[in-house]
């Protein structure tokens, strides 16, 4: 693995590999956290740019993006927008460059705003068709006063009606500078070819911009919400366990946990409600750990009569984590770092997937190797430090129900 920050600012993070695919992912923390009171405008923003730069048109762009690259995509999150894909190492210039005239050089024409802005309310009215989205737009929406992430990435009907073209270059001029950029790039092509690419297309970059405000945190109450969506057979639950408080090591210490709690079938939490007590068919968990938002995520779907006793079973589950120390014994925490090490690095085998991990993570904690570690450094991780910081990741809790 290897860095390097370009002049102006942007960084290359470079991580060999000997595949003849290359991925890149250029990450910017210009994600919907970034908003303000223009909700949707980052989202805008990232579709605003493929439609054309001072060098190419729409259509030239879509064709060089499939002419060029076997993937590619980008997308918004809440704390970054992302520009990705892989390809042929022997086109990784080509890429580069297309990219960065993108990036870079984005014309914000008045043609096509408005069918973009309408396909981008089309895109909504799908919005919650993904339950599990469905059900966390609704906790956000019901715990939190003014935090952004009240409303949907993409917006509210209401927001993306009052966007115009200017907030769009308001917003692009406020967060797309090269400081604010990261690049990855996985590849068998040498470090210096690929730092020479990089500088050749980005380099030259400059913005009068070169610092972001850092993103604050309105705590939520421990409530549970009730909502109810007609056109759904049984009732949805999601149960929201606030991590922003965790240190890195904690946060390791919880995705080990995990592997234990509500991985797979073999996990405590589908032990108990499935296997034992029938009542769900699958039950799904998640740490996540992302700049703006930061949960331990549990998701499932009941019938109407057994949501307290899963409630209630899923309590009593937390609560026999302070037993954990004398029922676990070291082979077994083995087990869980090994299960957890083994996924992380199944999922790495796709080049695209490390490439967008590092440059997130860069964009996110101003160190990419805060992934790197999650793996790395777990080995020093024990059964006390495990239960004190489960300590304080149960401490509160928002529930979810969507009858």
């Known amino acids: 693995m290897k860095e390097y920050i370009l002049e102006n600012g942007v960084k290359l993070i470079y991580k060999k590999n000997i595949s003849d695919l290359t991925s890149i992912c250029i990450s910017l923390d210009a994600g919907a956290l970034r908003d303000e009171e223009k909700y949707g405008v980052a989202h805008a923003t990232e579709h605003m740019v493929y439609k054309g730069t001072k060098n190419r048109s729409e259509e030239d762009i879509n064709k060089e993006l499939s002419e060029i690259f076997g993937f590619q995509n980008a997308m918004t999150n809440y704390p970054y927008v992302i520009y990705y894909g892989t390809l042929l190492g022997e086109d990784l210039e080509r890429g580069i460059e297309l990219f960065s005239d993108i990036i870079i050089n984005p014309s914000f024409k008045n043609d096509g705003f408005k069918e973009e802005m309408s396909v981008i309310v089309e895109e909504l009215k799908e919005w919650d068709e993904d339950l599990e989205q ?87 109450s421990s409530k549970v919400f009730e909502d109810i969506k007609g056109d759904i057979k049984t009732n949805k639950i999601q149960i929201n366990y606030p991590i922003d408080k965790l240190s890195e090591k904690e946060v390791r210490a919880l995705r080990i946990f995990n592997e234990y709690f509500g991985e797979g079938i073999n996990s405590k939490l589908f032990d108990t ?83 967008k991990e590092l440059s997130t993570y860069e964009t996110m904690f101003n160190d990419y190797k805060v992934y790197i570690n999650e793996t790395d450094d777990i080995d020093y991780i024990d059964i006390d430090f495990i239960i004190d910081t489960l300590d304080k990741v149960f401490k509160n809790k928002l529930v979810q129900i969507i009858k």
Do not use: M
């Open 134 to 220: 469905y059900l966390e737009d609704k906790l956000f929406l019901n715990a939190f006063k003014s935090r952004r992430i009240k409303y949907p990435i993409i917006g509210t009907f209401d927001s993306l009606k009052n966007i115009c073209l200017e907030d769009i270059k308001g917003f692009y001029k406020r967060t797309y500078f090269p400081r604010n950029t990261k690049i990855a790039v996985v590849t068998s092509l040498d470090f210096d070819i690929v730092l020479d690419i990089v500088k050749k297309y980005f380099e030259e970059w400059n913005s009068t911009i070169d610092t972001i405000d850092e993103i604050t945190y309105e705590n939520p």
């Open 273 to 355: 409600l499935r296997t034992k007590n029938g009542l769900v068919y699958d039950v799904l968990t998640r740490v996540c750990h992302e700049n703006g938002i930061k949960f331990y995520k549990i998701t499932f779907s009941t019938a109407k009569e057994n949501v307290n006793k899963s409630l209630s079973l899923i309590d009593e589950c937390v609560y026999e984590i302070k037993n954990l120390k004398n029922t676990i014994s070291e082979f077994e925490l083995l087990k869980w770092k090994k299960s957890f090490k083994l996924k992380r690095l199944f999922r790495e085998e796709q080049s695209i997937v490390l490439a």
